[in-house]
């Protein structure tokens, strides 16, 4: 797994902590404000003397919601409802950044000694889309999709832009939106099958690369074990003495640059020869080859183009007659998504279904 820093999001509000610029550190607030819908909750509990105080426009005294104040070196708050703000910290010298849509940034040295409190009025900073679309450069902006939890990659992930055009990453979790105007702000919305979405407002600059991390759906996870359940009742007594079937939890271990093929011979290697046929999504792989339809080598490249992060379960089937093997089943996570969706349907029968086999 590489080793950068990545964004940190409160499961319960939604929010983005810090949005890392791979190989610069941390993003400046100044430039650069990412918000998810949703409000915000402390980073992390604290002890030391209270620092507060309030966000309010300048000229208007009206509270600033969900701007941005960071402490450097200690993490961030949204500002409430009433523009507050609150950090516990140690007695000492800090400097203490807030930005917010629509406001110039400001930035600030404070000094903690005991209750402290340092209020904020930020000036009118409106952006002038017509005349910064016009002028302004046109970049790429290049990043990674990762689950928040593992942090391995997430594949055929979406990102939409305001604009319409959706991108989606690819097996390493990759994704480039292309000509994009620097400077000016850009919704961008991230949602893949078993993830909660993600919507933020960016305002790229340069050709930065960002990493977005996606939290895992409960309510999906629920439903993909339901379906896996069905295939666990499904097999019966049929399953092979010596293959193990591997669900998603299993499979993620190798994410990050290894295939299902990869994964089959780590786990599995001494019993390989015994699987003749392949299965994936409910329909035979491979090529007919003598009298057995298809062997796993006749599925290699299926395989070999197949990563762990795509698929949700793999099982192995034993089965009699003639020719007496295992049967190995791969279920995709797109699979899964149809399947829950109505779009696909398991076979009543896997045994009748796999006839070419023998």
């Given at each position: 797994?590489?080793?950068h ?34 409000a ?17 426009e ?32 140690e ?32 000036r009118?900073?409106p ?12 970049i790429?902006v290049?990043?990674?999709v ?67 991390h ?8 629920r ?15 049929r ?23 990869d ?8 019993w390989l ?5 392949v299965?994936?999504d ?8 003598g ?16 990563v ?45 279904h ?5």
């Amino acid at each position: 797994m590489m080793g950068h820093p990545r964004p940190k999001v409160d499961p319960a509000a939604n929010v983005l902590q810090t949005l890392p610029r791979r190989g610069t550190g941390t993003v400046d607030l100044s430039s650069l404000m990412l918000l998810f819908l949703g409000a915000a909750s402390p980073v992390a509990a604290q002890t030391g003397d209270p620092l507060i105080g309030r966000v309010v426009e300048a000229g208007t005294n009206r509270s600033i919601e969900a701007a941005t104040v960071e402490l450097v070196g200690e993490g961030w708050r949204l500002t409430s409802a009433t523009g507050t703000y609150h950090f516990d910290v140690e007695p000492g010298e800090y400097r203490l950044r807030v930005a917010a849509f629509g406001y110039t940034p400001e930035s600030r040295i404070v000094l903690v000694e005991g209750l402290t409190v340092v209020d904020f009025e930020l000036r009118i900073a409106p952006v002038e889309i017509d005349s910064l679309a016009v002028h302004a450069r046109l970049i790429d902006v290049r990043g990674r999709v990762r689950d928040a939890a593992e942090d391995f990659p997430i594949v055929d992930a979406a990102i939409f832009t305001r604009s319409g055009s959706a991108e989606e990453t690819d097996p390493h979790g990759r994704f480039r939106l292309e000509s994009v105007p620097e400077g000016v702000p850009l919704s961008v919305r991230v949602q893949a099958f078993g993830y909660l979405p993600l919507s933020i407002v960016m305002i790229p600059e340069g050709d930065d690369t960002y990493d977005f991390h996606l939290q895992e759906d409960p309510v999906a996870r629920r439903l993909i074990d339901a379906h896996v359940s069905r295939l666990e009742e499904r097999i019966g007594f049929r399953w092979s003495a010596v293959m193990h079937p591997m669900n998603r939890d299993d499979l993620v271990r190798y994410a990050g640059g290894a295939t299902i093929w990869d994964v089959l011979l780590a786990e599995n290697r001494l019993w390989l020869d015994r699987v003749k046929c392949v299965v994936l999504d409910e329909r035979v792989v491979g090529e007919r080859s003598g009298p057995i339809h298809n062997t796993l080598d006749a599925a290699r490249a299926t395989l070999l183009g197949l990563v762990p992060e795509e698929v949700e379960r793999l099982e192995f089937m034993a089965y009699g007659g003639r020719y007496k093997g295992t049967v190995l089943r791969v279920y995709t996570r797109d699979f899964m998504q149809r399947l829950i969706s109505g779009r696909a349907q398991l076979v009543e029968h896997p045994q009748g279904h796999d006839i070419n086999c023998r």
